[in-house]
């Protein structure tokens, strides 16, 4: 792969995990056996208030670990629909986060990338992001899993974005941040 435009040459290929490889919406499976008629919607609300929490935060310079934004933006949601529930019922939720669906070619495309140094960068925790790539066994085609943890913000802060120089040792112009 060359950089269009440049004489650079990528040498790392660097996803998103949630939403790009992973998909979110296979919590609705959860969400709906859980609450049912509602498993669709709280996925959806869900998803769009832990975004506006970590971008929030990222502004204010007040960081907390993701698994904490999302069950904080799970709870949020459940009580703007006026649904009550146990944390038995919220820990079974917050655990499907830790076991997503991955998208359909996300296999064969990372395996057909062999060559390039591949990593994930995500706003996950590092206990998440670990879980998950365990479970779906891409800690086998994956070089690394860069949490955003380590910079205490959120992306798009361009300080979530260094991490990958500093975690493969690459410059960014060697970079294709998917």
């Given at each position: 792969?060359?950089a269009?435009?440049?004489?650079?040459?990528?040498?790392?290929?660097?996803?998103?995990?949630?939403g790009?490889?992973?998909?979110?919406?296979?919590?609705?499976?959860?969400?709906?056996?859980?609450?049912?008629?509602?498993?669709?919607?709280?996925?959806?609300?869900?998803?769009?208030?832990?975004?506006?929490?970590?971008?929030?935060?990222?502004?204010?310079?007040?960081?907390?670990?993701?698994?904490?934004v999302?069950?904080h933006?799970?709870?949020?949601?459940?009580?703007?629909?006026?649904?009550?529930?146990?944390d038995a019922?919220?820990?079974?939720?917050?655990?499907?986060?830790?076991?997503?669906?991955?998208?359909?070619?996300?296999?064969?495309?990372?395996?057909?990338?062999?060559?390039?140094?591949?990593?994930?960068?995500?706003?996950?925790?590092?206990?998440?992001?670990?879980?998950l790539?365990?479970?779906?066994?891409?800690?086998?085609l994956?070089?690394?899993?860069?949490?955003?943890?380590?910079?205490?913000?959120?992306?798009?802060r361009?300080?979530?974005?260094?991490?990958?120089?500093?975690?493969l040792?690459?410059?960014?112009?060697?970079?294709?941040?998917v």
């Amino acid at each position: 792969l060359q950089a269009a435009g440049a004489a650079v040459t990528i040498k790392a290929v660097v996803f998103d995990a949630y939403g790009t490889l992973y998909d979110i919406q296979s919590v609705a499976t959860v969400t709906e056996e859980a609450f049912p008629g509602h498993g669709d919607i709280i996925t959806q609300l869900w998803r769009i208030k832990q975004l506006e929490y970590t971008w929030l935060r990222s502004l204010m310079n007040r960081y907390e670990d993701f698994s904490a934004v999302t069950r904080h933006s799970l709870a949020y949601t459940l009580r703007l629909l006026g649904l009550r529930c146990h944390d038995a019922v919220l820990d079974r939720i917050m655990g499907k986060y830790l076991d997503l669906d991955l998208y359909p070619g996300v296999r064969s495309t990372l395996e057909a990338l062999k060559g390039y140094r591949l990593a994930i960068l995500s706003n996950g925790s590092p206990d998440m992001l670990d879980a998950l790539t365990r479970n779906t066994s891409l800690d086998q085609l994956l070089e690394a899993t860069i949490s955003v943890d380590r910079a205490k913000t959120f992306k798009p802060r361009p300080e979530a974005y260094a991490l990958i120089q500093s975690g493969l040792g690459v410059n960014p112009s060697e970079v294709m941040f998917v």
